[in-house]
């Protein structure tokens, strides 16, 4: 027995089996010997071992392994002794007994595994006995059940219809009562209870009693009273024992609040951040912002759930989206069209009640009435500015998210109201937009409608019930809510007309749900707790539900949030996949596109290509920097004197030049210098050393557009912004200032200082000279025409205006060399004379003829002359240190041109310092402004920025960052599961 109860007798057994098998096997002699011995001998031997078999397992000791008696297995077989038989029977148990180790492992572990389970499922089970105070006592029920079955016994009811179904199911509620009754608390944890629901409230009977024939009605009054009054009353318990089990639910779920809540704030509140901006509601408001904004030329639609909530106009849409976001949060209006845009509402739980837009980053505080009437405006301000001019209504989305504790996780979708009139103030196709954009977003096949129905008008003059079934048919995505419950009853509504329409026999529709709620008094000051209060107050006194055309489940917004919740994120779940691989399938198009067309580029969108375009400008900006003083003075120096020499020849020199005396040209060339100082030449130097800026700008430019590493297609981007940069700047006028200083007291000074500056200015002057003796000489020829030599080489000839110039200057030239010292200007006489002379050779000429060809006549004359005299000067340093006494020549006009000469260099010096200093990093400032500016302006980069090349890149830009979004939802959403 020992070996039995310790698992070793199987064993044993088997090795005793197998040695003897092995004793047949390699020792067969021995038993072909055994048989041929004789009878008594045999007889001797078998009884023997069997004597020695039975003792050993009668001992259950194992057998002796030197014991080499060997014995075929036909001896037992055919021997009829009890022993051999029970020895058998042993060999037979053993190897049965093998299954047990199998048996007594898998009951101790079953049983293990079954304790453990029962002991979780026990913890995990709601503790209800708190309900044992509001339910009466075993003994009581039994009581009632009992009196309840003899008041049916007393009915005479029809054999079909609504009323003998629901008899049938009172009597088995009744049945099944006798042994006990059981009631089911749902979505206790979630804060989820609801009326309680039993069978003589769903059922809503009403029972007519009739006397049974046969007996009389005297005799039958007083017990028939009896049991209506108890029925009745029991009822009236049964109602109150719902109302207090709805309140305990109330009590619980705003405990669960607050220890929700608790427990948030008790974290990290950066960590609970970082989690609520990934929480999983948020990510799918996300992916339906990218979406909405999303345009293809793959014929990708938008087929993600969203609760579109459509509604005729003041049937209590928004009413009703403020009741399950749990905030007055939309503006508010009597009678007018109030929502005038699609709003997108994000609702998500969080610890504290907060709104905020997508695009910015205040957070209004919903408990706050301050930041409640501060939202109201701001949402109100967002839908004006995205309605047009000459429009009512504006298809621009405004996405809003709302958190707060106990909200329902959810995407709704506020649309403007359905209107059967437009009046005066809307556009003409108001009432044609409205039902456009209702219809398009009721079409997105996976979209939850939301239809809204005002209780308190009649049925038939509802509209937007017959747009719903037009899309909907089936209503298998349809939640049908009656608002202004209240209203009706209080005047006076069939409650058949309102069960039918919660049963959905009264409108031409089908739908999922239909709900029945109160979403205020008409007190647009009232909060949330006040109409939700007025809510269930008005439902438990409601006679529209003591009488059974309410039914408990189709009651309250909070109910409504709970199924709306519900039905949204089983659509999610059914639809994101296929979604998520539609927009795979449409990458794959895109990229492909992209490799065959621009197989050597990146993928850049506009705003990346803008950023490499900011690059290269800005890069192009600090290399204005790099310029040399000397070549900044150089472009300076010679764009201010082609700037000024006109005046300094026609207003300065030339007026002074007629002088008589020395004395009389320098004060004339020290009052026009002054004047000119004071009024123009700082301010002409200013637009000098600007254009000088931009010249050198554009060439920086220019340069880097022609390297190899350049793309063409950020020319338009480096134009506009370089126009607009410098078409921004301007000069410091602090600058502007300082530099009419230096130039005044440049032009004053008339002291040549040395040698060396003297024959500068001759250089100066003589250069100047002879390259406006190279454009009088242009102008000449152009008056006279070609000369003798041109005529025969080039074979060209004169016409007869140029042949008369030619000898109207035959003319003019004898007056000059009549008087070297002649002035600019000729007298009426010798304006005469020569018309005189020029009619002697047959041509005739008027005044202002002669006069157009006397100035640039007298101009090369002048300047041949000044030219001699700067020659003549260029050893005349001695005499103007001397003072220019009567035997030297009188080289004033090169003390002019050094005076000219050395404003030009201080004033290129100036500008040059102040470009350097103080306008390249202002510039460079403003080039950064105006990218900014582009980079926040849409129109103007996709303006700049254009092509195939570019729109591909974004759409598939777009498209990733789509599908890319969706697969961490779908991750998010299977690990939530």
Not at 71 to 78: A, H, M, T, W
Not at 549 to 558: A, E, I, N
Not at 827 to 849: A, I, S
Request: aromatic share 8%.
């Amino acid at each position: 027995m020992n070996r039995l109860v310790n698992g070793k007798f199987g064993p044993c057994c088997s090795q005793v089996l197998k040695h003897r098998r092995s004793l047949v096997r390699y020792h067969p002699e021995q038993i072909c010997h055994t048989a041929r011995q004789s009878s008594i001998l045999k007889h001797t031997m078998h009884e023997r071992t069997l004597q020695i078999l039975v003792l050993r397992y009668s001992t259950l000791t194992r057998i002796n392994k030197f014991d080499a008696t060997p014995r075929p297995k036909i001896v037992y077989i055919r021997t009829q002794n009890p022993r051999m038989v029970a020895g058998v029977a042993v060999r037979a148990v053993s190897r049965l007994l093998k299954l047990r180790y199998l048996v007594l492992g898998g009951a101790v572990a079953g049983g293990t595994t079954l304790k453990v389970k029962y002991e979780a499922w026990k913890e995990k089970f709601p503790d209800l006995s708190w309900m044992d105070e509001y339910m009466p006592d075993s003994e009581g029920l039994r009581g009632a059940v009992s009196g309840f079955q003899k008041f049916i016994s007393h009915f005479n009811l029809p054999e079909k219809g609504w009323l003998k179904r629901n008899v049938n199911s009172i009597k088995g509620f009744v049945a099944d009562s006798s042994q006990g009754l059981s009631f089911q608390s749902q979505g206790l944890n979630e804060g989820r209870g609801s009326f309680l629901t039993g069978a003589v409230k769903e059922s809503g009977i009403h029972i007519t009693m009739k006397a049974p024939e046969g007996s009389s009605s005297s005799s039958s009054k007083d017990p028939k009273r009896e049991e209506w009054d108890r029925l009745e009353q029991q009822k009236e318990e049964f109602l109150e024992a719902q109302l207090r089990y709805q309140r305990e639910i109330e009590r619980l779920e705003r405990e669960n609040r607050q220890l929700k809540k608790a427990l948030l704030l008790k974290g990290d509140r950066s960590s609970f951040s970082r989690r609520e901006k990934k929480s999983l509601i948020d990510m799918y408001s996300e992916v339906l912002d990218e979406l909405s904004g999303y345009d293809n030329s793959y014929n990708t639609q938008d087929h993600l759930p969203r609760v579109v909530v459509v509604g005729d106009q003041s049937a209590g849409k928004t009413s009703v989206l403020e009741m399950v976001a749990q905030a007055r949060i939309f503006p508010r209006g009597s009678g007018e069209m109030m929502t005038r845009s699609p709003v997108k509402v994000t609702l998500s739980e969080g610890p504290q009640h907060v709104a905020q837009f997508k695009d910015s980053d205040r957070q209004f505080d919903l408990t706050q009435e301050k930041e409640l009437v501060a939202l109201r405006q701001e949402i109100e301000l967002r839908m004006k500015n995205s309605v047009k001019d000459g429009q009512t209504v504006s298809s621009d989305v405004i996405s809003l998210s709302v958190r707060g504790p106990g909200i329902q996780r959810m995407v709704l979708v506020d649309l403007p109201g359905i209107i059967s009139t437009v009046t005066s103030g809307m556009a003409a196709d108001t009432k044609e937009s409205i039902h456009d954009m209702l219809t398009h977003y009721m079409s997105n096949p996976n979209a939850i409608i939301l239809c809204i129905q005002d209780g308190a008008i009649d049925a038939e003059r509802s509209i937007v019930t017959e747009l719903v079934s037009d899309i909907d048919k089936e209503g298998k995505r349809t939640i049908f809510v009656l608002t202004k419950v209240d209203l009706a009853e209080k005047a006076s509504t069939n409650p058949n007309r309102i069960k039918q329409i919660l049963d959905g026999k009264l409108f031409p529709m089908k739908a999922l749900g239909y709900f029945a709620v109160v979403t205020g008094k008409g007190n647009l000051n009232d909060s949330i707790d006040d109409i939700r209060k007025y809510e269930q107050e008005f439902f438990r006194g409601s006679e529209l539900f003591r009488s059974g055309s309410l039914k408990p489940s189709q009651l309250t917004t909070q109910n409504l949030s709970f199924a709306v919740s519900d039905i949204f994120w089983q659509m999610v779940r059914g639809s994101i996949e296929q979604q998520a691989d539609t927009y795979k399938a449409s990458r794959f198009n895109l990229e492909t596109e992209w490799k065959n067309n621009f197989p050597r580029l990146r993928e850049l969108d506009r705003d990346e290509l803008f950023d490499k375009a900011r690059g290269e400008l800005l890069d192009v900006t600090m290399a204005l920097g790099e310029i040399t003083p000397k070549h900044w003075e150089d472009a300076i120096s010679k764009l201010l004197w082609k700037r000024v020499s006109n005046h300094v020849f026609k207003n300065i020199y030339l007026p002074a030049a007629h002088s008589e005396d020395a004395g009389a040209f320098n004060t004339r060339v020290d009052i026009e210098l002054r004047n000119w100082a004071e009024q123009q030449l700082s301010k002409l130097s200013v637009e000098v050393g600007l254009q000088t800026l931009q010249n050198e700008f554009g060439t920086l430019v220019e340069q880097d557009s022609k390297k190899n590493d350049h793309d063409v297609i950020y020319d338009d981007v480096i134009s506009c912004v370089q126009t607009e940069s410098l078409s921004r700047h301007s000069w410091l006028p602090s600058n502007k200032e300082n530099l009419r200083v230096i130039q005044f007291n440049t032009l004053e000074d008339r002291s040549v200082h040395d040698k060396q500056q003297w024959d500068a200015a001759v250089q100066f002057m003589e250069g100047i000279l002879q390259e406006k003796m190279k454009e009088v000489d242009k102008n000449i020829n152009e008056l006279t025409g070609p000369s003798t030599t041109e005529k025969w080489v080039y074979w060209k000839s004169q016409s007869q205006e140029q042949n008369d110039r030619c000898k109207t200057k035959e003319e003019l030239d004898k007056i000059i060399q009549s008087d070297v010292k002649h002035k600019d200007t000729l007298t009426p006489d010798e304006v005469t004379t020569v018309r005189r002379n020029l009619f002697m050779k047959n041509v005739e000429v008027d005044d202002k003829f002669v006069q157009e060809t006397w100035n640039p006549i007298y101009r090369k004359h002048f300047l041949q002359r000044s030219l001699n005299l700067a020659q003549e000067c260029r050893k005349g340093f001695f005499h103007y240190q001397r003072g220019f006494n009567e035997t030297g020549p009188q080289c004033h006009d090169i003390v002019l041109f050094w005076r000219i000469q050395r404003m030009l260099h201080l004033t290129s010096n100036a500008l040059r310092q102040q470009i350097v200093n103080t306008e390249v990093r202002r510039l460079e400032k403003e080039v950064k402004e105006v990218l900014d500016d582009f980079m926040e302006d849409e129109k103007k980069k996709k303006k700049l920025l254009y092509g195939r090349r570019v729109e591909l890149a974004e759409e598939l830009k777009r498209v990733r960052r789509i599908q890319e979004k969706l697969e961490d939802f779908i991750a998010a959403l299977n690990k939530e599961k």
